[in-house]
């Protein structure tokens, strides 16, 4: 009898609330009614962008037989990295791989960075060193030293990664170049960073994957718009033909992203899931050095493509419609029952493809964090570009 009452009376309230919600829903004079609309399409649009783009992050990947050898030019560029030259160079000179070289162009480096190389030199003839002179009265940045190493590389196929990363196994070289064939002019790679304590550090790690789920998907979906210099791959040929870095040589940013940018063909583009292929990179310690570093990249994206910076930021424009309306509307008995379910399918889709891309590029511990990160970067990233381009003109690669 108890059990009985119990579900007459469940069964009356929610029926009166929805009720309640049909009646509130059809008057299409309240002002309720039209945060609902607009909270649905944000929904929508953001749901869009999970199901049709980044959901191709959980697909399953044909491994990529070894093919050929293709002789490879690793490029890096290093201004004042003595201590990560001499920790992480040999785990790039002492790759699996029986037809590369490794071109380091020391820019203008007043630390020890000339003495590690030449140490380094004596031990791989596979080393090549390039120098740029110190000069106080020149201003330029690493667009210049990456022009200058490129040059210098004897081979058409190009790997390109930083002085402060290291790959994370020795067939980096390999699974990367199982990609260099007739049908691609780049091959884009993921570049994590390391891991250590502290939540800045898994908002970094956090942001790093979420911007490689975006770049690999959209790729895959036809729309390269950028790749990022810490595991990137292109041909030589492909570089001079477009005069590398010519059109937005002013600015300190976009050696990597503006490059694949105006040059990537839709058709013509490789991404490697394999996690031989992976590199890790330095993370930076406080909050202000990669404010700072954000701002510079920043700072080349309004450079992109129309119809890239609408699609960059359309969703994440959508996000955050979503998370205020949503909280506005939760104080409203009757609606909370639309905004409940948008928002638990929304995280549905939402934790399924985080999850996804954590597993596929090995970034740990960001998961249980992962809600409150899709909240706050919105807004971090609004801001970061915003000073970005306030700041281009005084921006410097080191």
């Keep these: 009898m108890k059990k009985d009452c119990t579900f007459a009376y469940s069964s009356f309230v929610i029926n009166n609330m929805i009720d309640a919600l049909i009646e509130l829903l059809t008057d299409i004079s309240s002002w309720k009614f039209w945060l609902v609309c607009s ?3 944000a929904w929508a649009i953001d749901l869009a962008y999970y199901l049709i783009v980044y959901i191709r992050i959980g697909r399953r990947k044909k491994p990529v037989p070894y093919n050929q050898a293709v002789p490879v030019s690793v490029v890096i560029c290093a201004k004042n990295e003595a201590e990560n030259l001499k920790n992480r160079l040999g785990y790039i000179l002492d790759q699996d791989y029986p037809d590369f070289e490794v071109v380091v162009v020391n820019d203008q480096s007043t630390d020890d960075t000339e003495l590690v190389l030449d140490e380094y030199k004596q031990k791989y003839p596979n080393l090549y060193v390039t120098e740029i002179s110190h000069n106080e009265q020149f201003r330029q940045g690493k667009k210049l030293a990456l022009t200058i190493g490129i040059k210098a590389a004897k081979n058409e196929w190009l790997l390109l990664t930083d002085a402060d990363c290291m790959p994370a196994s020795k067939y980096w070289i390999r699974t990367m170049s199982q990609h260099f064939t007739d049908a691609n002019d780049f091959v884009l790679g993921y570049g994590g960073y390391e891991e250590r304590k502290g939540l800045l550090n898994k908002l970094i790690r956090y942001d790093a994957g979420f911007i490689a789920l975006q770049y690999y998907t959209f790729a895959e979906a036809g ?22 870095f010519v059109s937005h040589s002013r600015l300190m940013s976009g050696d990597d992203d503006l490059f694949v940018n105006e040059n990537a063909q839709k058709r013509r583009v490789a991404v490697s899931y394999n996690p031989d292929s992976f590199t890790s990179c330095e993370s930076k310690e406080t909050f202000h050095q990669w404010n700072t570093q954000k701002q510079r990249h920043f700072s080349a994206s309004e450079r992109y493509k129309g119809s890239h910076k609408f699609l960059l930021a359309l969703e994440p424009m959508a996000r955050s419609y979503f998370y205020l309306a949503a909280v506005v509307l939760s104080f409203f008995p009757p609606l909370y029952i639309v905004t409940g379910a948008l928002f638990l399918t929304r995280y549905a889709v939402f934790i399924f493809t985080i999850s996804k891309t954590a597993n596929r590029f090995k970034i740990k511990g960001v998961k249980a964090l992962s809600l409150l990160f899709d909240i706050i970067l919105p807004y971090i990233n609004l801001v970061q570009m915003i000073l970005g381009s306030l700041r281009r003109e005084r921006l410097k690669w080191k």
């Design 39 to 41: 909270l649905a399409l």
């Design 223 to 244: 729309m390269p718009y950028m790749g990022v210099g810490r595991n990137l791959a292109y041909r030589k040929s492909l570089f001079v033909k477009s005069k590398g």
